[in-house]
């Protein structure tokens, strides 16, 4: 076992996914069980109550790897000496609120954030919002801190969206999660994304494409079903949850973040995954833009890197295109805030 415990930051750790992330955390779920953990937990003033009972909990469940943990409402306190940051917190859409509104609100707590981060996290910090807008909220925390720390440490959340799409392919050809490999999320954690099966692959061998049309009858139903029932199921599944549940993801917001800290900490295993990261102009993304693409890490300390070189038929061209307007659009309101 490691000697020096990793310092974790998570805030909002009061709300609802924080407290699904904490226990786990402690448990080894996200950094393995050979890896202890300090756990930094930030809050709101209105906020700390709850995260104070957290804390209580946490101690009371006699974890191992966990070595300590301090509750606080200051950012610098929060990230200071922090090597992993979940910046989970986030203000919501409020009825009648404006998108510009909402991203207005937003950059009043990712500006901060990242600020605090660049100014007092350790040199090997990783930070993942999880907070929506997540894209654009990651944008806005990497623009706000120092120029010395690398814009790509910071990521944002589209493992979720990469987790609901290998699930709704999973039971459409009954098999196990475990089998499908290489789906892809690409551009915006919103409606516009593009779950993306035409390079996924079965542990038999047989690619998505030829699995799904021998399971629904020929390719035109494959390709009937992808578009009509899984790209707007994907993209529109948490509101789904919240019309079934009466209230929005939370123990898979969880599981997503700590599956994307897993890997991009110890490295993936089986072909790519999906993450927002930093563009550098792939696939013709704008630079600079936080967008959901192919991901693959070595568990080196390097994070996550971009799969390059795939091919994108005209239809998956024109989802892409559509999700990065959207993108920079949300960037383009923020400029005019003068955030960025």
Not at 33 to 38: G, L
Not at 176 to 202: C, E, K, R, Y
Request: charged share 20%; with cysteine.
């Amino acid at each position: 076992m490691a000697s020096e415990p990793t310092t974790v930051t998570i805030t909002g750790a009061g709300g609802q996914i924080g407290y699904a992330l904490l226990f786990r955390i402690a448990a080894g779920d996200m950094l393995g069980p050979d890896r202890p953990v300090r756990l930094r937990l930030l809050e709101i003033p209105q906020g700390m109550r709850a995260a104070e009972g957290a804390a209580l909990e946490l101690q009371d469940g006699a974890f191992p790897l966990l070595r300590d943990v301090d509750v606080t409402d200051d950012p610098l306190t929060a990230f200071d000496g922090t090597s992993i940051a979940l910046l989970v917190g986030a203000r919501p859409r409020g009825p009648g609120m404006e998108r510009a509104d909402l991203l207005a609100a937003n950059a009043g707590i990712f500006g901060p954030q990242g600020a605090a981060i660049g100014a007092v996290a350790a040199d090997d910090v990783r930070a993942v919002v999880v907070g929506n807008p997540a894209n654009t909220n990651a944008l806005i925390a990497a623009a706000s801190a120092d120029p010395s720390l690398p814009a790509d440490r910071f990521s944002a959340l589209t493992r979720l969206d990469h987790n609901r799409a290998v699930g709704q392919l999973a039971a459409a050809l009954e098999v196990s999660p475990g089998d499908i490999a290489d789906v892809i999320i690409w551009g915006n954690h919103s409606a516009t994304q593009f779950p993306d099966v035409a390079h996924g692959i079965l542990a038999d061998g047989r690619s998505l494409l030829e699995a799904l049309a021998e399971r629904l009858g020929g390719s035109e139903a494959a390709s009937a079903w992808l578009d009509d029932a899984f790209i707007p199921r994907v993209a529109k599944r948490g509101a789904e949850i919240i019309e079934v549940r009466g209230s929005s993801s939370v123990a898979s917001a969880a599981n997503a973040a700590i599956d994307h800290v897993r890997d991009e900490q110890l490295g993936t295993r089986r072909g790519w995954t999906s993450a927002a990261v930093v563009s550098r102009g792939e696939y013709g993304v704008p630079e600079g833009l936080v967008c959901s693409f192919p991901v693959i890490s070595r568990g080196d300390g390097e994070g996550y890197r971009i799969v390059e070189g795939l091919d994108l038929d005209d239809r998956a061209r024109r989802l892409l295109d559509a999700s990065v307007a959207e993108l920079a659009a949300e960037r383009d309101a923020v400029r005019a805030l003068g955030v960025l």
